[in-house]
């Protein structure tokens, strides 16, 4: 058990002294392209609280992008660590298997939301994840197209990429992309109600046919193999489609041979207050991709999905050297224990409820917020000029920074870069939660 007091403690300015020793290093041994969202060296993690070099204690909102969703160095995840590392760190298990991978496997084919018989199969990132899920669906369809979707983030390989959005930074300069590529309008209510009406912004199932139009004229379906799309948006600004969007998107795939694709790198393993975010529209996506949440951390993710697709590529088609690594394995099974015997699907449930109360509050006193959305663990707030849906990046970046320098880290995303979001991890204490908020309103009062 992590003996890390859970308390917001601010021991130096920030940075304090030893990480900015530490900031100099990295500016002569790490290439520039590695960016740093907070200017403190982390010593020790645990509960909601990430402590520094300078013994500085923050508040932790962003579980490392989503992935130390049971709480930072766990203590079920540390013990299976330690003892997995001491029997074998690696053999491949495309030389000599061994049961952990297997056991996360038939956790996977369990837990998510693919209707029927389900196989799974196991990388190292999301983004390897992504690329494998098109590769099994072009192996399937026989067809090579994929349409992912605006404001869409599936990752940084030359394919991921290519189904990436935004260009800066994620893009620019690194091209040319992967072929065969396609982006297809998607559902954002708080801004289709001012290009598309009211109606776009409320019905999911106009939104979707808004981009099966568009799908159809510029693609075809003769020519689609996947279509791929998170069923809420991370990167993009925690986007969460109107009712009846993904369900349409679906049932127009089925009808058209087309496989659906869900990411939920980002929203799975309990993050939205439920196992994974297709469920809370009932969509059995025919592939599923996850990783962030899976592992608290080790480098682990899968793709998991129908039988008769999954198996479709030759034997030996699929693999690398490290994917489903038994310590990541260990790590895994280890995390979806914790999730189930702690209840951290209604803790996620219970943290929305507590956020959205607070963030309430503090949007009806304040024009500059436009909207709080999102589901679960996964909260965030869209900031614009009071009045209007202009975006205010520069405020979102300023109460960032306030933020920081009072010892609570948050995360900014969104195409438009004025979006805070918000991802505790699950093992945070409401009073730890609390006052992260409370912080953030004092900052945006100044402000
Ligand atoms: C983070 C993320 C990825 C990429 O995962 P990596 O492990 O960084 O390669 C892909 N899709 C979504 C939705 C993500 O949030």
Same mark, same amino acid.
């Given at each position: 058990?992590?003996?890390?007091?859970?308390?917001?403690?601010?021991?130096?300015?920030?940075?304090?002294?030893?990480?900015?020793?530490?900031?100099?290093?990295?500016?002569?041994?790490? &290439?520039?392209?590695?960016?740093?969202?907070?200017?403190?060296?982390?010593?020790?993690?645990?509960?909601?609280?990430?402590?520094?070099?300078?013994?500085?204690?923050?508040?932790?909102?962003?579980?490392?992008?989503?992935?130390?969703? $049971?709480?930072?160095?766990?203590?079920?995840?540390?013990?299976?660590?330690?003892?997995?590392?001491?029997?074998?760190?690696?053999?491949?298990?495309?030389?000599?298997?061994? =049961?952990?991978?297997?056991?996360?496997?038939?956790?996977?084919?369990?837990?998510?939301?693919?209707?029927?018989?389900?196989?799974?199969?196991?990388?190292?990132?999301?983004?390897?994840?992504?690329?494998?899920?098109?590769?099994?669906?072009? &192996?399937?369809?026989?067809?090579?197209? $994929?349409?992912?979707?605006?404001?869409?983030?599936?990752?940084?390989?030359?394919?991921?990429?290519?189904?990436?959005?935004?260009?800066?930074?994620?893009?620019?300069?690194?091209?040319?992309?992967?072929?065969?590529?396609?982006? &297809?309008?998607?559902?954002?209510?708080?801004?289709?109600?001012?290009?598309?009406?009211? =109606?776009?912004?409320?019905?999911?199932?106009?939104?979707?046919?808004?981009?099966?139009?568009?799908?159809?004229?510029?693609?075809?379906?003769?020519?689609?193999?996947?279509?791929?799309?998170?069923?809420?948006?991370?990167?993009?600004?925690?986007?969460?489609?109107?009712?009846?969007?993904?369900?349409?998107?679906?049932?127009?795939?089925?009808?058209?041979?087309?496989?659906?694709?869900?990411?939920?790198?980002?929203?799975?393993?309990?993050?939205?207050?439920?196992?994974?975010?297709?469920?809370?529209?009932?969509?059995?996506?025919?592939?599923?991709?996850?990783?962030?949440?899976?592992?608290?951390?080790?480098?682990?993710?899968?793709?998991?999905?129908?039988?008769?697709?999954?198996?479709?590529?030759?034997?030996?088609?699929?693999?690398?050297?490290?994917?489903?690594?038994?310590?990541?394995?260990?790590?895994?099974?280890?995390?979806?224990?914790?999730?189930?015997?702690?209840?951290?699907? =209604?803790? &996620?449930?219970?943290?929305?409820?507590?956020?959205?109360?607070?963030?309430?509050?503090?949007?009806?006193?304040?024009?500059?917020?436009?909207?709080?959305?999102?589901?679960?663990?996964?909260?965030?707030?869209?900031?614009?000029?009071?009045?209007?849906?202009?975006?205010?990046?520069?405020?979102?970046?300023?109460?960032?920074?306030?933020?920081?320098?009072?010892?609570?880290? $948050?995360?900014?995303?969104?195409?438009?870069?004025?979006?805070?979001?918000?991802?505790?991890?699950?093992?945070?204490?409401?009073?730890?939660?609390?006052?992260?908020?409370?912080?953030?309103?004092?900052?945006?009062?100044?402000?």
């Amino acid at each position: 058990m992590s003996t890390l007091e859970q308390s917001r403690y601010l021991a130096t300015a920030i940075p304090g002294p030893k990480s900015s020793a530490l900031i100099e290093r990295k500016t002569t041994a790490v &290439a520039r392209g590695i960016g740093n969202t907070m200017a403190v060296y982390a010593a020790r993690a645990g509960g909601g609280i990430v402590e520094d070099v300078d013994g500085n204690r923050l508040i932790d909102l962003g579980s490392g992008i989503a992935v130390t969703t $049971v709480g930072n160095a766990s203590p079920r995840v540390v013990e299976a660590v330690a003892a997995q590392a001491a029997e074998f760190t690696h053999t491949c298990f495309m030389v000599t298997p061994y =049961e952990g991978y297997v056991a996360v496997c038939e956790h996977l084919n369990r837990l998510t939301p693919v209707a029927g018989d389900t196989r799974s199969a196991l990388f190292n990132s999301g983004s390897e994840a992504v690329e494998n899920a098109v590769k099994i669906a072009r &192996a399937y369809t026989r067809k090579q197209a $994929v349409v992912s979707f605006d404001h869409a983030y599936h990752g940084r390989t030359n394919l991921t990429m290519a189904l990436t959005a935004k260009s800066m930074p994620y893009k620019h300069g690194f091209g040319p992309f992967a072929p065969e590529i396609y982006r &297809a309008p998607l559902s954002y209510p708080f801004r289709d109600a001012e290009f598309g009406g009211k =109606e776009l912004a409320t019905d999911g199932e106009l939104a979707a046919r808004r981009a099966i139009s568009v799908i159809d004229k510029q693609v075809g379906a003769d020519n689609l193999a996947a279509i791929i799309i998170e069923p809420i948006q991370g990167e993009g600004g925690f986007i969460v489609p109107a009712e009846g969007f993904l369900p349409a998107l679906l049932e127009w795939c089925r009808g058209n041979g087309v496989v659906f694709i869900a990411d939920e790198v980002q929203t799975g393993f309990a993050r939205t207050g439920a196992m994974f975010a297709c469920e809370h529209e009932g969509v059995d996506p025919d592939l599923i991709v996850t990783a962030k949440g899976i592992a608290d951390g080790l480098p682990l993710s899968a793709v998991t999905g129908r039988a008769e697709i999954m198996d479709s590529p030759h034997v030996g088609g699929l693999g690398g050297t490290y994917g489903g690594n038994p310590i990541a394995c260990a790590a895994a099974l280890a995390t979806i224990e914790t999730i189930e015997a702690d209840g951290m699907v =209604e803790r &996620a449930q219970a943290i929305e409820r507590l956020m959205k109360a607070r963030l309430g509050r503090m949007q009806a006193d304040d024009e500059r917020i436009g909207e709080v959305r999102g589901r679960g663990a996964m909260i965030a707030v869209e900031l614009v000029k009071p009045g209007t849906l202009e975006p205010d990046a520069e405020l979102t970046k300023k109460l960032c920074a306030g933020a920081h320098a009072a010892g609570v880290i $948050v995360l900014s995303c969104g195409t438009y870069g004025n979006v805070l979001r918000f991802l505790p991890p699950l093992a945070i204490s409401d009073e730890l939660l609390e006052e992260g908020l409370d912080v953030l309103a004092l900052v945006l009062a100044d402000l």
